[in-house]
Every structure is written in structure tokens, then in C-alpha cells.
């Protein structure tokens, strides 16, 4: 599975933004799938990730009431909808497969997309 984030940019602080990530491969409906994010001087961190099927989700505690996880199958594609943005919200995020058997470690997800940067300005 090759993947391509986009949708990234920079908005005000408590602004929106909708990230997607496009897969190709006809498998894509068969996988669970994460988004993370790495500021700069940081490490990589969990963000959310869900089911195949899109019936489980899951969020880091930073984003949960903020941000939605979802996907839609036919387009091969998942979403992440980032409202109420913060400045610390800035980073470059990641799309990813899930490979393992944690939805929270990055070990555990693989063909990772390029990213995308969002600035979230103060």
C-alpha cells in the first residue's frame, strides 16, 4: 500500500482543517490505519487510528473531542478532522498502516505516507 497525505496548511488557533490520506491498492478496505505527527526537536507521536471497518477509534488524550478519524472505503481513503486547533497542534502528520498489534506505537504501523505540515498560528 502507497499512501499520500494532503490537505495540511496553516490556520489561526481554533481554526479547521481536514487531512486525508489516499491509498492505492486494492487491499485498503482490509486495514486499520493511524495518523501521527512529529514537531520540530520532538518525537513522533500517536494521534488516531481506525478499524478496517471503520466501527473502532481510537485518540491521544491531546486530540480527543477535537479531532475525528474516519474513512471511506469506495475512496480509498482516511480522513482526520482537526477542529479547535492549537499551536501545539503543529507538526508534520503521518498516515500509516497499521503492521502490529498496538494501535498507539509507531513500531506497529508501516507504509508511511510523506506527510503533510500544519502550522497552527497563535
Known amino acids: 500500500v502507497q499512501l499520500q497525505a494532503s490537505g495540511g496548511g496553516l490556520v489561526q488557533a481554533g481554526g479547521s482543517l481536514r487531512l486525508s490520506c489516499a491509498a492505492s491498492g486494492r487491499t485498503f478496505g482490509t486495514y486499520a490505519m493511524g495518523w501521527f505527527r512529529q514537531a520540530p526537536g520532538k518525537e513522533r507521536e500517536f494521534v488516531a487510528a481506525?478499524?478496517?471497518?471503520?466501527?473502532?477509534?481510537y485518540y491521544a488524550d491531546s486530540v480527543k473531542g477535537r479531532f475525528t478519524i474516519s474513512r471511506d472505503n469506495a475512496k480509498n481513503t482516511v480522513y482526520l478532522q482537526m477542529n479547535s486547533l492549537k499551536p501545539e497542534d503543529t507538526a508534520v502528520y503521518y498516515c500509516a498502516v497499521l503492521i502490529g498489534s498496538s494501535w498507539y506505537r509507531g513500531e506497529d504501523f508501516g507504509s508511511w505516507g510523506q506527510g503533510t505540515q500544519v502550522t497552527v498560528s497563535s
Open positions: 481506525i478499524s478496517w471497518s471503520g466501527g473502532s477509534t
